[in-house]
């Protein structure tokens, strides 16, 4: 792999041209939330790297996955690959699993190079700043947090490492979101039962393959750090927690160490979240750091979130896709692929063949009862194998020309749903829609057509054009 941690993937994007560097120094609010929002909508939405920001000494840097470039520069691709071949890629990477780590001494550690026990204040580390106006404060929303099942601590492949919002409530204090679907809040509701704290791990600045991997659904019992091993071909390299047995990344910048009270919760929110709207306010946990270990002049990595698409959209898009797939797949191997990348999955399209009359209609009800579909998906398109399901306009055509409304959208009412969801209500419940935008097939039918055919030759003649164009037109 190109790089070995996120100091070393900023070099590439710089090198490849999507990195820029602000050198003058910028306030924290309004100029970094002005920046979050700006760099995506360029056309090559470049990484930024701000380096002075007023009233602190540590720089940070926005958007490192938000464009396809930076995802394929992520997976070891050229940065102008399509995105549905780096959806295939990443599936060929997934078959790799597992790969495991490697744990190294704390001299090779960077994330060990400075360590502080006391007088703890996380304003003398990190940059802080709110994110979108209204938030209730400051908040990390690309960490990895790990945690340990404390019923079976010493059972590795249960380890988790996922990302959750965390809002700073003080100099050593903040409060973490746990959904009830989130692998952590199982830790947490083991920990609780017996009135014991729960340790935990704040990861920030990492391998941008482990923040991929933390922010994807995979099962319980698999391990984010084997996943992110398998994708980049080689281990990950981690080293023990210096309070408790977590393992955590040796090449992260910062680590936060603490643990989660029992039974102890404050407000939490509002927050600007991945829908485009802000949550409500909620009591959540509350985390007590107790220590911090980082890099020399450690970057600060932070998420902007805002209206679709930011960065959290091309970070949790290919990764939401392929589980999906993987799983859809096992029981309808006519599945062709799986294209999840709408609000975490919120909306998703697969493109099948169609074995039997209704076959479009299975698809979409098994992609519903997975275990993200069943929480996250609420709108599901489903297209023939021959339409490309990230190709919009093609998935279009299919529903202008496929759907028969009065057999093939149907509802399910009353499902279970994502709470940040603003259309779920109660927050937590939604009705699922299913529109199946597939050719009918016996015992179904509809009326008998002929698909119009590629022309002979176009594959040859489109790569004479491209080649024209990239020489100047031929002028």
Request: charged letters at 25%; glycine letters at 6%; a negative charge.
């Amino acid at each position: 792999m190109a790089y070995k941690d996120l100091r070393e993937f900023l070099e590439l994007l710089e090198s490849e041209k999507q990195l820029v560097r602000i050198k003058d120094e910028v306030m924290p609010e309004p100029d970094i939330s002005a920046i979050g929002r700006s760099a995506p909508n360029m056309e090559s939405a470049p990484a930024v790297f701000i380096e002075k920001i007023k009233g602190y000494k540590n720089p940070l840097v926005l958007n490192v996955h938000g464009s396809w470039q930076n995802h394929a520069l992520m997976l070891n691709m050229p940065k102008d690959t399509p995105v549905k071949d780096q959806f295939f890629r990443l599936k060929e990477l997934w078959e790799q699993y597992p790969v495991k780590p490697v744990w190294v001494d704390k001299k090779d550690a960077p994330v060990k190079e400075v360590i502080i026990e006391d007088d703890i204040n996380l304003f003398d580390v990190l940059p802080l700043f709110r994110i979108n106006e209204f938030d209730a404060g400051f908040y990390l929303s690309k960490a990895l947090i790990v945690s340990r099942d404390p019923n079976r601590p010493d059972n590795y492949d249960e380890q988790n490492v996922g990302i959750y919002r965390i809002q700073v409530k003080g100099k050593d204090k903040v409060a973490i979101q746990p959904l009830p679907f989130h692998d952590i809040a199982v830790h947490f509701k083991n920990a609780e039962e017996k009135n014991e704290r729960l340790p935990i791990a704040i990861c920030l600045g990492n391998d941008p393959v482990l923040s991929f991997m933390a922010s994807t659904p995979i099962a319980y019992v698999q391990s984010e750090y084997d996943f992110a091993g398998a994708l980049k071909g080689e281990p990950i390299e981690l080293i023990k927690a210096e309070n408790s047995n977590l393992d955590i990344p040796a090449r992260s910048e910062v680590i936060l160490e603490g643990y989660i009270e029992p039974r102890v919760r404050e407000i939490e929110g509002p927050f600007g979240e991945f829908p485009g709207s802000y949550s409500g306010s909620r009591l959540q946990p509350i985390v007590k750091i107790t220590k911090i270990t980082h890099r020399t002049n450690p970057i600060f990595e932070n998420l902007y979130l805002g209206m679709p698409w930011t960065e959290i959209d091309y970070l949790m898009a290919l990764n939401t896709s392929i589980p999906l797939y993987d799983q859809i797949k096992r029981d309808f191997p006519e599945v062709q692929a799986v294209n999840a990348m709408y609000t975490h999955g919120i909306g998703a399209i697969v493109s099948t063949k169609s074995r039997f009359g209704g076959y479009g209609k299975a698809v979409a009800m098994r992609l519903l009862s997975t275990p993200h579909g069943m929480s996250y998906t609420k709108i599901v398109i489903i297209v023939d194998e021959f339409v490309d399901p990230f190709n919009l306009e093609q998935v279009m055509w299919a529903l202008t020309t496929r759907v028969r409304p009065d057999k093939d959208v149907f509802k399910v009412p009353y499902a279970p749903g994502m709470p940040l969801d603003p259309s779920s209500e109660p927050a937590g419940m939604h009705t699922k829609l299913v529109i199946d935008a597939t050719t009918p097939v016996a015992p179904d039918f509809g009326r008998d057509t002929e698909l119009l055919e590629t022309p002979i030759g176009t594959e040859k003649w489109s790569e004479i054009l491209r080649n024209l164009i990239k020489e100047g037109g031929n002028k």
